[in-house]
């Protein structure tokens, strides 16, 4: 089996490799955000959505990205790192801008960014069992200046999901 890498802070890691503190603003708070993009035959589908998205929830947190970061630095990073992890042309690839660990209500903070890639099969699969629909009661997505921003505080989304897959065994019992 190959090993596996990701790159925080433009060092290469060894995928396992614990590069955050406890006192990560990130793992605390949930301090940051993320994009997950699919690339396609060596392409990143939508990669002008996913960086505006990306560029906008910045500036909306004031998170200052490294000048060095430009959509060019990296497409070439994430082909560095597809090479190393023996990804040929299709992956998913997974971005995390998030502050460093000073505390709470400083004001200056680092950046970091964290950049993984999964390998995925060229085929898009589709559910041939048909949709079930249903609505998450627990939660109301809140509709202000954060509502596109894909937080690092992923939670209502990870608490939806537990509740469509606990609905779907149920209904699927019957």
Do not use: W
């Amino acid at each position: 089996m190959n090993e596996h890498f990701f790159i925080y802070n433009k060092q290469f890691f060894h995928l396992g490799m614990p590069v955050i503190t406890h006192e990560n603003r990130s793992f605390r708070y949930g301090d940051g955000l993320f994009e997950t993009m699919r690339m396609q035959q060596g392409k990143i589908v939508n990669m002008n959505f996913h960086f505006e998205r990306l560029f906008d929830g910045m500036k909306i947190l004031g998170v200052e990205l490294p000048v060095f970061f430009s959509e060019e630095y990296f497409i070439d990073t994430v082909n560095e790192l597809l090479l190393k992890n023996s990804i040929s042309a299709n992956a998913k690839i997974r971005l995390m801008v998030f502050r460093g660990d000073e505390g709470l209500f400083d004001i200056e903070n680092s950046t970091n960014f964290l950049i993984e890639t999964f390998p995925l099969s060229g085929e898009i699969e589709l559910n041939r069992q048909g949709l079930i629909i249903d609505v998450f009661p627990d939660v109301r997505k809140s509709a202000d200046c954060f509502s596109n921003i894909k937080s690092n505080n992923y939670l209502p989304s990870v608490m939806a999901a537990r509740f469509a897959k606990k609905i779907t065994l149920m209904k699927r019992s019957f």
